[in-house]
């Protein structure tokens, strides 16, 4: 598998995936007690879903990604020393996480009302646009979802991705679901899809980690839904009843975001300053 080009910074502090038992967390009413559950047991349990930046397994066997890094900064800060990852699919996460497999989701899930209902979100540490995955030259022109709809050329995303809704949004009427953007990468360049779209980020590095001279990455392409552009963010998830260490977490990551510390984390898997955000989780989750 594809990984990425840099991986926790911190050492020692990521294990394997834990067969340990599971950590209740009845809705007491005051906003749970996780996080002292945590301190006590010194591990916490990061659900990923294997999508480069975001969070997956390195070549080294170790978990690795923009969202573990930034989780292992912050708990370590919270008193609780290790991160282990539960790899998964991104379509199980929210189930994953609220059925006790993990305790936070690390996999830069995009916010929106939907997911709201199930979860709670600490506020965003990245905006992104979209950018698609195209034979070289870009033969078909595809430079938006209408461009896709237009032509009728085969799309293909990743399972539970938001690029389902936007193509859907955009009269895209047949997508395919491939597990990852390496996928994708691969069944455009065998001829299997025309088209395979993804977060710009997600996109740029897997064209530039294979070396691939049968497919580039469009620019960023902007997602219109009911008539307005649409510009994503990307969070951790933890269970409703948890709110005591969302809130605690958020704290953490706020100092980061004012001291540019949150960049100097996410550059090396291929962030940018125009992609650091002071949007909320409050505002994404209104309908």
Known sequence: ?????????????????????????????????????????????????????????????????????????????????????????????????????????????????ERCEQVLFADPEYQMKDAFIVRKGNPMNLRTYEDIARTGARMATGIGYAEIDYAKEAGVKKIDTLPDQLAGLLAVEQGRVDVFAGTAVTVRNVVEQSGSNKVEATDEVTPIVDGKPVIDVGGFAFRSTERNLRDAFNRELHKMKRSGELLEVMRPFGFTEDQMTSLTAEEKCRP
């Open 1 to 113: 598998m594809l990984t990425g080009t840099a991986a926790l910074a911190t050492t020692g502090v990521v294990g394997a995936a834990s067969g340990c038992s599971r950590v209740a967390t009845a809705d007491t009413g005051d906003g749970g007690h996780l996080l002292q559950q945590l301190r006590a047991r010194g591990t916490v349990r990061l659900g990923i879903a294997g999508e480069q930046p975001y969070g997956y397994i390195g070549k080294d066997g170790e978990i690795t990604g923009s969202a573990p890094a930034i989780a292992t900064r912050i708990f370590q800060r919270l008193g609780v020393e290790r991160v282990e990852p539960f790899p998964t699919e991104f379509g199980s996460l929210i189930f994953g996480l609220n059925s006790l497999q993990f305790d936070v989701v690390a996999a830069g899930m995009y916010i929106n009302p």
